[in-house]
């Protein structure tokens, strides 16, 4: 293996400036250096931008299975590729050697081919985080086929319309899952779900909890009737640089999920390179990624970019809270875990517990921790800082999306600065660029726009599966020839960037653009508030007003609400300006919130301007029941 460590600063200038003049050379060598193929290519890249059509290592041949298991095997055979963590801590964690985990992916190949699968087909995974989790997805790869998978947590009306986008022709669950001091039954979501999907012929079940489940004759299969039996050797399917690798859905201003395809190549070169150099992993590491493999982070972070450096990573099964708000503290104490990365939603909850907790663990062995998800407030960002990285390992706060399939803004830690809430600088072969409405590029810097990027990457999605005019309009329509994020940023007076969140949750006031995000990062500086959500209603004078949905911690609750409220808005007005003051604020017990932790605006923007008629589907909220208590809170007053 060759190697493509960025080393220091100036080589990070060196690099970058190589990697923008020259696109080609730069990811030729990467990739050849650090991969193994069947066969080269004869183009490294390719495209389109008006067409949306990119092609990376153009005719190479190889599968990822070779590069994150099969080429370890000599050398790192009896290494830890995986250190499962289960949900209860009195149960055993299993550590899955490089040869084991090689194993079992065979195994797992040889069941799906028995069970009909071939290359092309598309296989849906609902598993909770527990190993096979892993094993499908790394079987897929090895077989070709395309592996979709559906966060464990969504209900059977989005499992549907997943599957039935992709026409997936196998969906693998289990009988239930461990979360926190829940049991939770898998199988009848997919039961109630496949009732309406067409394409699926066989459900393969898993068995974790031993709940008593259904089996549909001629299409549920235990997989313990057929594991146990299956050989160990399976032919790796030798695949096309741009064959279809795997569909993530992903949600978009429509209802609609979009299936966005990452192919076999660009993805795996670009998440093993950005992996090693934004947690800067060195051989004998533990890395620890808490997302769930559900969501993007957990493809490229937690299972893919560390297997393919030969890492050690680590699956965890259950809540950052379960039993005691100090899991994810000893758990980083338990495994020794060098680097940790995690989202702010997390941060800041487990920020509002407790100190003791997370002081009266051994954080020791941690060197890099990492942010990821949506923008990191200045609070959080310190206690973060302060508390678990004890001020001497650097924060990655890391800027990516589904689409791009791996990080394209963070800093490189112990190479370029951090700089807090601050995304910083792209990566070597990313270009942002910011653009003004009117579609001009704003160039120098302080400057603040929309984000776009102007060149593609390798693991930039091709497609939204079944759609490509979707992904053309949704992505290189807004500003021709460039890459549209949907978010907006600031660059600072040396050149870093700031995520200020989605372009889509500006509110304009009496003619003012103000970003929903900066007014709650102004708002979270208040010692006694947790966490707060602004949105926008409709307002006889200025057009619109703000009003802001806000948590309190255990210290604010016996306040004077009057005076807070004051406070608030003394706080926004002296850091943004007297224009962004909320016009109303409600204290609420909670926000409603995806799976992934983002807070649903859409609904707060509804409940804020008083329209309580349709709040859409709510079903795949982390908390239902708090859409109504706010509503009904709101209604009173
Ligand atoms: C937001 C998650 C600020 C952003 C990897 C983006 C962030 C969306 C950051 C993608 C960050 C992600 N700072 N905002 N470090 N990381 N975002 O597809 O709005 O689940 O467009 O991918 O999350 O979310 P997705």
Known sequence: ?????????????????????????????IATENFEWYQHWNKVVEFDMEEAKITWFKNAKLNITKNCIDRHLATRGNKTAIIWEPNDPKEKSQHITYNELHGRVCKMANVLTDLGIQKGDRVCIYLPMIPELAITMLACAKMGAVH??????????????????????????????????????LKPIVDEAVEKCSSVEKVLVVKRTGGKITLKKNRDVILDDYYPKASKDFV?????????????????????????????????????????????????????????????????YTLYGPLLNGATTVMYEG??????????????????????????????????????????????????????????NDEAWHWYNDHVGKRKCPIVDTWWQTETGGILISPIPFVTPTKPTYATLPLPGIQPVLMDEKRNEIMGNQAEGNLCIRFPWPSIARTIWGDHQRYKETYFTAFPGKYFTGDGALRDEVGYYRITGRVDDVVIVSGHNLGTAPIED????????????????????????????????????????????????????????????????????????????????????????????????????????????????????
Not at 253 to 279: D, E, Q, W
């Open 1 to 29: 293996m060759g190697s493509y460590s960025i080393s220091s600063l100036p080589d990070y200038f060196k690099q970058y400036r190589k990697s923008i003049k020259n696109p080609k050379k730069f990811w030729n060598r």
């Open 148 to 185: 979709s998978v559906i966060f464990a947590g969504f209900s059977a009306s989005a499992v549907a319309s997943r599957v039935n986008d992709c026409g997936a022709k196998l969906i693998i669950t289990s009988d239930g899952s461990y979360r926190g001091n829940k049991v939770l039954e």
């Open 236 to 300: 790796t399917k030798i695949m096309d640089a741009e064959d279809p690798f795997f569909i993530l859905y992903t949600s978009g201003s429509t209802g609609r999920p979009k299936g966005m395809l990452h192919t076999c190549a660009g993805y795996m070169v670009y998440v093993a390179y950005t992996f090693k150099n934004i947690f800067n992993y060195e051989e004998n590491d533990i890395f620890w990624c808490s997302a769930d493999i559900g969501w993007i982070t957990g493809h490229s």
């Open 319 to 376: 809540t950052p809270t379960h039993p005691a708000p100090d899991r994810f503290w000893k758990i980083i104490e338990k495994h020794k875990i060098n680097q940790f990365y995690t989202a702010p939603t997390a941060i800041r909850a487990l920020a509002k517990e407790n100190y003791e907790w997370v002081k009266k663990r051994n954080l020791s062995s941690l060197k890099v921790i990492g942010s990821v998800g949506e923008p990191i």
């Open 522 to 637: 102004s708002i979270n500086l208040h010692p006694a508030i947790a966490e707060s959500a602004v949105v926008g209603y409709p307002h006889d004078v200025k057009g619109n007003a703000l009003y802001g949905f806000v948590i309190l911690k255990e210290m604010g609750e016996s306040r004077d609400k009057k005076n807070l409220e004051k406070e608030i808005n003394q706080v926004i007005a002296e850091t943004i300006g007297p224009i962004a003051k909320l016009d109303k604020i409600q204290f609420v017990p909670g926000l409603p919130k995806t799976r992934s932790g983002k807070i649903m605006r859409r609904i707060l923007r509804k409940i804020a301007s008083g329209d309580f008629d349709n709040f859409g589907d709510t079903s795949t909220l982390l908390n239902p029941e708090i859409v109504e208590e706010i509503k009904n809170a709101r209604i009173e007053n």
